[in-house]
């Protein structure tokens, strides 16, 4: 639908102001209209362009071929909640979407596709329809009170029918592969979702449910997707020994983790601005330079005598100290950031030091091999690109999903794709404070649960019956979408789908590639049932506050005083305006 079509669908009052809930029903929508395509199995993508650079006007006139403008930032990718992120959003209702439905940055660190979840689509198209379903009834003359008692309580019966529809996770490697491969299901980035999911299960029976700091995604162009692997243990993949004559392979290693923000392995600043110091001869000068050698010298002996063979820094590692530990056989690698280096810790088993003097044998690290391999090779120039990769670690707290053939887009896509499934399958087997459980896909519990739904409204005597269907019409939206994006006729199986239930076949779903109605649960087609819970809670959370807002007012302050007929009007405020006439200097902001 176009700006100008979707604007004059909202009906306005006198003044030209869009009524409620229908203004902000419409903004919703605008998401929707954006990831419904993306919904499903058969999903397609989507490409956002955040900011073009266009030729400069001391430029030659050339050709659109030729690149008349360049892409600066572009989003290319068919999950939700990256496309979420991405989004250029202006209608005040926007952050409450985002931050209820989209993916979460803990911290301070953005971790690409960190603690993204799955069902985000999903959530989005069920709110919609929620939303245009109540948008109807609302014109037909239901209270908004009603609508949302509906709501609230066909969501109960909902989510009761998913718990009588979730199967207990039965331990079994083949139920994990299935969530993972039905996680990354339409965005089969290298067609190597199968290799991917041996990963992803492997991962999160090492450190169960994934976080930014257990879980790792790296990537490189070097290679094909074919070739990525679970490395049990973490990959820096800017960072490498400071100089050749380090060794690139360690054996059997022993690690130090050095953080803190205070002298690491450089030395303290000897000057600070407009320093000055009297020095009766050059030996002292000399001495002074004696007393810091002295105690690189002394903090380096301390180190390999601990039997040190790597050591990992959060600052610099100066030149001093560079050719004291290459002379002892130590690698150093320097300016590794805060999250790398805490994913050391962990697949090591260090503990990070602060300060370099009180380092003991309990702080280190042990890993089977520490070793500077080509990242990729850097075109037109001289030097390649390496990566240090910190592998074989006996029961490591932290793992690495090692992507090779991915660049740019591709890589944060599938990097979005692999914490995705790693996500699913710690949340189907009750991980990560989730409940545990499976259900079929394809869109068989979402036709349990309106079915479920409908039965509950036929014992409802009030008009928030209407609402309960319309909570059902919802969920049967969302899987006639999935079936119209992969080019099916979604009134016709959406028919078979409910005929099939009728039946007794209540694992029924809509399954690719044959693109017909089998049972989800033989094709191997399941999702974790707190995926689909949260899609359930989140729709409705989102679809009852935009229902309880009524209307929109400005917050800025004005400095006139209210006036008689206006709803603040009182007594107090009378004796407001009294004071603002007598006196001067002040203004209505209280």
Not at 489 to 494: A, G, K, P, T, Y
């Amino acid at each position: 639908m176009s700006d100008a079509a979707r604007d004059s669908a909202v009906p306005t009052g006198g003044d030209g102001a869009p009524l409620f809930p229908h203004a902000n029903v419409v903004a919703v929508n605008a998401f929707a209209e954006v990831l419904a395509s993306a919904l499903g199995p058969a999903s397609r993508d989507k490409m956002i362009v955040n900011a073009l650079r266009s030729r400069g006007p001391d430029e030659r006139e050339v050709p659109h071929a030729a690149n008349e403008m360049t892409a600066d930032d572009i989003t290319i990718t068919s999950d939700g909640a990256s496309l979420l992120e991405s989004l250029p959003t202006e209608h005040p209702i926007a952050p409450v979407v985002t931050r209820v439905v989209g993916p979460e940055r803990p911290g301070e660190t953005a971790v690409e596709g960190a603690n993204i979840p799955d069902g985000v689509t999903a959530t989005v198209v069920l709110m919609s329809e929620l939303l245009d379903e109540a948008v109807e009834l609302f014109d037909r003359g239901v209270h908004p009170y009603d609508l949302r008692t509906g709501y609230h309580r066909a969501m109960d019966a909902a989510l009761a029918e998913l718990d009588a529809a979730t199967t207990p996770h039965d331990g079994r490697r083949a139920t994990d592969l299935a969530v993972a491969r039905t996680a990354m299901t339409g965005n089969d980035v290298g067609g190597v979702v199968g290799g991917l999911a041996e990963g992803v299960v492997d991962a999160v029976d090492a450190v169960g449910f994934p976080t930014e700091a257990t879980f790792a995604v790296r990537c490189v162009s070097k290679g094909s997707m074919s070739d990525s692997r679970l490395v049990k243990g973490a990959v820096l993949d800017v960072n490498h020994r400071v100089t050749a004559e380090m060794p690139a392979r360690v054996e059997d290693a022993t690690v130090l983790a050095l953080g803190g923000f205070k002298r690491s392995l450089s030395d303290p600043e000897l000057w600070t601005k407009n320093a000055s110091i009297d020095l009766d001869s050059p030996d002292d000068a000399a001495a002074m330079e004696d007393v810091y050698a002295g105690r690189r010298e002394q903090l380096v002996d301390r180190i390999d005598a601990l039997g040190v063979d790597v050591v990992v820094t959060r600052l610099g590692i100066n030149d001093e100290y560079q050719r004291l530990l290459a002379e002892r056989g130590i690698v150093g690698i320097r300016r590794v950031n805060r999250l790398h280096l805490e994913q050391v810790a962990l697949t090591t088993g260090a503990s990070v030091v602060t300060n370099p003097n009180d380092v003991s044998a309990d702080d280190l690290g042990r890993a089977g091999v520490v070793e500077e391999v080509m990242r990729e090779p850097r075109r037109h120039r001289r030097k390649n690109r390496f990566m240090t990769v910190f592998e074989d670690c006996e029961n490591p707290d932290s793992v690495t999903v090692l992507l090779r053939g991915v660049t740019d887009q591709i890589a944060a896509q599938a990097t979005s794709e692999v914490r995705k499934a790693a996500a699913a399958v710690g949340a189907a087997r009750g991980l990560g404070g989730n409940r545990g459980g499976v259900v079929p896909g394809g869109g068989a519990v979402e036709l349990r649960m309106a079915a479920a739904v409908r039965e509950a409204a036929r014992a409802e005597p009030s008009r928030a019956q209407l609402a309960m269907e319309a909570f059902a019409d919802a969920l049967e939206a969302v899987v006639a979408t999935l079936v119209r994006n992969a080019g099916e006729d979604h009134v016709e199986l959406l028919a078979d789908l409910k005929a099939a239930h009728a039946a007794g076949d209540e694992a029924a779903g809509f399954v690719l590639p044959d693109g017909e109605v089998g049972n989800a649960a033989e094709y191997g087609v399941f999702d974790a049932a707190a995926t689909k819970r949260q899609v359930v809670l989140r729709a409705a959370e989102v679809a009852n506050l935009v229902l309880r807002i009524d209307d929109a007012m400005d917050a800025e302050f004005t400095e006139e005083p209210a006036g008689p007929g206006e709803s603040i009007y009182d007594e107090e405020a009378e004796k407001h305006a009294d004071y603002l006439e007598n006196t001067d200097g002040t203004r209505w902001d209280v």
